[in-house]
C-alpha cells in the first residue's frame, strides 16, 4: 500500500482488505512499516498512555524493527522469523508490529543503499526486509504479505516498494492525489530501475540476505474519502474524481508501462476494475470508523452493539455496512484474481 500522499486512508484499507482476504480462506501477514504505527494501534488495544513501550517490552523482537535488529546492528546472529500477533476474532490474520524508532534506520539503510558495494559491513541491510518476509511468511505458510507503508520517499519506502511482488495506490479525489500522481510516475520507475542495479551487485548478491531482481507490478487505486449525494459523489468529488482519472491515464499508467511495471491489458480486463484502473471505491466511513477504531474490527463487521444505535438509524447503519461488505469483498476478489 503506497501513495506519497498522506491521509488517503491506506491503514484502514490495508487492515479492511487483509481481513476479507483471511474470511475468504487466504493466511494473511499485515505489516506495520509506518513509524505511526497506526496499523499496530488498530490490532492492539494502545489506548493507555504506556501501553505500546509496555508491549515492546512484554514482547521482544516481535515487531519489525526488533526483528530486524541483527541485520541492523550487525548482531552475531541470523535474522529469524517474526512471532506475529495473532489478529483477534479473524483466524488466519497475523500482524507484524511496528516500531516508532523504525524511521531512526532510515538513514542507516540508505547510505547501504548507496555504499554497500564499497562498505561490506553495510552489504546485509538492503536485503534484510525482504529476507525477514520470506521466512516468516514461510512459518505461517502465508498467502499474501500485505505492507503498509508511510507516505514518505525514504530508503525505506523505497527499499519495501521495489521488493514487493505488487503495490496499490490508495488515492483521494482532491488536488493533492492529483498531484501524486505525477510524483509516483517519476518515483516509482526509479525506484525499480535502482533496485535492478542493485541486486546485480556483486556484494548485495553474495550477502547473507540477498537482495532480490524486481518483478514489481501495479495492481490499481482504491480510491476513498469522498462524500455521496444520492449514492453518487457529490459534485465536487466528481471534478476531482475526473482529474484523479485523468492523471492515472495519461500520467502514472505510460510511466509504468514503460519501467514494465504493468500487468497484461487483458489480466485488468478480466478482473473487472472500474474505470482508470480502479479496485474499488469506497465513500467515506463517517461515524463507522471511530466504531470500527474502538471495536478493533472492520466496518464490514461492526454490529449493533458496536454502533450503539437503534431504530431507524441502526436499519440505515446496517445498509451502509452491507454496502461496505460488498466492496471490500469486490476488492479482495480482485486482488486475488489479479495475484493468482
Not at 505492507?147 to 503495490?167: C, E, T
Not at 482504491?222 to 495519461?250: C, E, G, M, S, W
Not at 479496485?279 to 471495536?295: E, G, H, K, Y
Not at 437503534?310 to 446496517?318: K, L, Q, S
Request: proline letters at 6%; hydrophobic letters at 40%; a negative charge.
Amino acid at each position: 500500500m503506497f501513495n506519497n500522499k498522506g491521509g488517503v486512508s491506506k491503514t484502514t484499507t490495508c487492515f479492511n482488505l487483509s481481513w476479507m482476504l483471511a474470511a475468504q480462506g487466504k493466511r494473511v501477514i499485515m505489516v506495520d512499516a509506518d513509524p505511526q504505527c497506526n496499523l499496530t494501534g488498530m490490532v492492539l488495544d494502545l489506548t493507555q498512555a504506556d501501553a505500546r513501550e509496555s508491549f515492546y517490552a512484554d514482547n521482544p523482537g516481535r515487531n519489525l524493527r526488533d526483528a530486524l535488529d541483527p541485520a541492523f546492528q550487525s548482531r552475531p546472529r541470523p535474522l529469524a522469523p517474526v512471532d506475529c500477533v495473532e489478529v483477534s476474532g479473524r483466524e488466519g490474520l497475523f500482524l507484524i508490529p511496528g516500531h516508532v524508532g523504525l524511521a531512526e534506520d532510515e538513514v542507516s539503510l540508505g547510505v547501504a543503499q548507496q555504499l554497500s558495494e564499497s562498505i561490506q559491513a553495510l552489504k546485509n541491510l538492503p536485503g534484510s526486509f525482504s529476507h525477514l518476509f520470506k521466512i516468516t511468511a514461510e512459518k505461517y505458510e502465508a498467502d499474501y504479505v500485505i505492507v503498509d507503508l508511510s507516505p514518505g520517499l525514504g530508503s525505506i519506502n523505497q527499499n519495501l516498494v521495489a521488493i514487493s511482488d505488487y503495490f496499490m495506490v490508495p488515492a483521494s479525489p482532491d488536488v493533492f492525489s492529483v498531484m501524486a500522481m505525477d510524483s509516483l510516475a517519476r518515483v516509482i520507475p526509479k525506484w525499480v530501475r535502482w533496485a535492478e542495479r542493485a541486486s546485480g551487485l556483486e556484494a548485495l548478491a553474495n550477502a547473507d540476505y540477498v537482495f532480490p531482481k524486481p518483478d514489481l507490478k501495479f495492481l490499481g487505486v482504491i480510491v476513498q474519502r469522498y462524500r455521496l449525494k444520492n449514492n453518487a459523489p457529490t459534485v465536487a468529488f466528481q471534478q476531482y474524481f475526473d482529474a484523479l482519472d485523468d492523471a492515472i491515464d495519461t500520467t502514472l499508467v505510460p510511466a509504468l508501462k514503460g519501467a514494465g511495471l504493468m500487468l497484461p491489458d487483458e489480466t485488468y480486463e478480466r478482473a473487472n476494475l472500474e474505470a482508470s484502473y480502479r479496485l474499488a471505491s469506497i465513500p467515506d466511513f463517517n461515524a463507522l470508523i471511530a466504531n470500527s477504531q474502538q471495536s478493533r474490527k472492520p466496518v464490514f463487521t461492526l454490529t449493533q452493539q458496536d454502533v450503539g444505535r437503534g431504530g431507524n438509524v441502526w436499519d440505515i447503519t446496517e445498509g451502509n455496512i452491507h454496502k461496505f461488505r460488498e466492496t471490500f469483498q469486490g476488492l479482495a476478489d480482485r486482488v486475488e484474481y489479479l495475484t493468482r
